[in-house]
């Protein structure tokens, strides 16, 4: 699997500052590239416990449904969270500037990301 190029084609939509590939059975960073003031090892982690504990909240509840997406909606920017479907235990995150990016984009940047992935 090339996750690197994953990852290029996530930074590729307008606004990206960063991307990554993250497992969060882990929590560990497959791949990742982007601004160099964003740690990606550590919001790897991080936004680990949010899939995490939304998964959990969803099995708690009794929901027999899936994530598509979990948006973080910061001041200045935007933190998209995208579970993969076909490679279980695995996730997407992309760090956009809200001022430069159009949200829709982004979030089919993601399913064209995933789609392409091989």
């Known amino acids: ?3 690197d190029k994953t990852v290029s ?9 960063a991307a990554a590939v993250v497992d969060f059975s ?10 160099a003031a964003i740690d990606l090892e550590i919001a790897a982690a991080g936004n680990t ?10 099995q708690m509840l009794g929901l027999k449904d899936s994530i598509e ?3 973080i909606t910061l001041g200045k920017q935007y933190h998209l969270l995208r579970p993969l479907t076909r490679q279980d235990g695995l996730f997407l995150y992309s760090v956009l500037d809200r001022s ?3 949200l829709a ?3 089919r940047s993601l399913i064209d990301a995933e789609n392409n992935m091989k």
């Open 49 to 58: 416990e949010v899939v995490r504990a939304k998964m959990k909240t969803m």
């Open 9 to 17: 084609e996530m930074l590729n939509v307008d606004g990206a500052l």
């Open 100 to 102: 430069k990016s159009n």
């Open 105 to 107: 984009l982004a979030r």
């Open 69 to 71: 997406d979990i948006l």
């Open 26 to 35: 882990s929590g560990m960073l497959l791949a990742g590239g982007g601004s």
């Open 1 to 3: 699997m090339n996750y």
